[in-house]
């Protein structure tokens, strides 16, 4: 999925249109969980946090970046696990 020859972000990849993608997102997915990220006020972990007094469409954005950050965080471990897995036996960075 990824290759060490590009540069992209940890947790990203470049499509085959030269797009950085988050795993597990399409490029349409990246692109609105990064712009809900921008406008979201950090919890723990980088999670938004929802304020008393919030908008009902500000709790709808806090609603899609859970479900965008949910199916990239599946992919990400789906993916780490493949990795491992196709990892040669023995090997050792030490």
Known sequence: MTSLGNNAPRRYF?????RRVLIGLTPEETFEFE??????LPGQAGRPVARDGDAPWQAADERRWLELYEKHEGAWK????????ERPRGFNLY
Do not use: I, N, P, T
């Not at 470049?14 to 030269?18: E, F, I, L, M, P």
């Not at 712009?35 to 979201?40: C, G, V």
């Not at 993916?79 to 897995?85: F, G, H, T």
């Open 78 to 85: 789906a993916w780490m696990a493949q990795s491992r897995a």
């Open 14 to 18: 470049v499509d085959a249109g030269g």
């Open 35 to 40: 712009r809900l990220d921008s406008e979201q």
